[in-house]
């Protein structure tokens, strides 16, 4: 059965697309089947693999709202392990006409539980907010990652974030946890990257990926190719980071499964 992980942050410009896109991509190139479904309205992670906007007719809208099976909405990309599930605009109506809804914060994971027997890895890309949407990925998830940027707001809003991810274990999905705390935009070169770096995992401890992702040219321009940073430039630092990242989150995974055996 497939692992679901929501990728979110309720704060903006943190890397949580991108860390959606490329550990979805590393992921593929280890040949593990995995599934990018595309939850936030702006499209970046369906752009980011290179699916043009207008080139498909069916989104996840489809599946929220006319319960469109998510197998039937699938598109291929260039890597022969990665699908995705694209976003369009339309899911931002999709909030609206949820809103009345019984049980509106579950229509992903019913959507979504048919598919997990074809897939190792699920990596939800959620919105930069609380909303309906994002509510619905972390109901389904089994695990979050929480990109973070190394700056000094960052510190403030970990025991906001956190505080969240209580309350959503309380009210929606018990099950769920934490995958780790991300950091992102890491420039070794400045103190104060240093300094968040340091003071996050005396915080967070073990839950801070050890993997950091670096201020890096290549990952930036990569979305605007519409390719992950592993096929626009293998070779960058970027490239490097994320394979790391994918190494970490599959070594979390076995040693839970020793664990439980």
Aim: glycine letters at 6%.
């Amino acid at each position: 059965m497939g692992k679901i992980i929501a990728i979110s942050n309720q704060k903006g410009g943190v890397g949580k697309t991108t860390t959606a896109i490329n550990l979805a991509a590393s992921l593929a190139v280890a040949e593990i089947p995995t599934l990018l479904v595309d939850m936030d309205p702006q499209a970046n992670a369906s752009s980011g693999v290179g699916i043009k906007k207008g080139s498909f007719r069916r989104s996840v809208y489809h599946s929220l709202i006319m319960q469109e099976p998510i197998g039937n909405i699938v598109l291929n990309t260039e890597l022969e392990f990665l699908k995705i599930a694209p976003a369009d605009r339309n899911l931002t109506g999709a909030e609206v006409e949820l809103i009345d809804v019984e049980h509106r914060e579950f229509y992903l994971r019913n959507v979504i539980e048919a598919e997990k027997s074809r897939f190792e890895y699920i990596i939800i890309d959620c919105p930069p907010s609380l909303g309906l949407l994002t509510l619905n990925a972390l109901a389904a998830a089994n695990s979050v990652i929480v990109p973070i940027q190394c700056e000094y707001f960052a510190l403030e809003g970990v025991s906001d974030l956190w505080e969240t991810l209580v309350r959503i274990r309380r009210s929606l999905n018990p099950n769920l946890s934490v995958e780790g705390f991300l950091l992102t935009m890491y420039d070794e070169r400045t103190n104060l990257s240093n300094q968040v770096m340091a003071d996050l995992r005396d915080f967070l401890g073990a839950q801070v990926f050890e993997t950091v992702i670096p201020r890096n040219i290549k990952l930036a321009e990569a979305p605007s190719h519409g390719k992950p940073i592993i096929l626009y430039d293998i070779k960058s630092r970027g490239a490097e980071s994320y394979m790391n990242l994918a190494k970490e989150v599959m070594e979390n995974d076995k040693k839970g499964a020793r664990q439980r055996a």
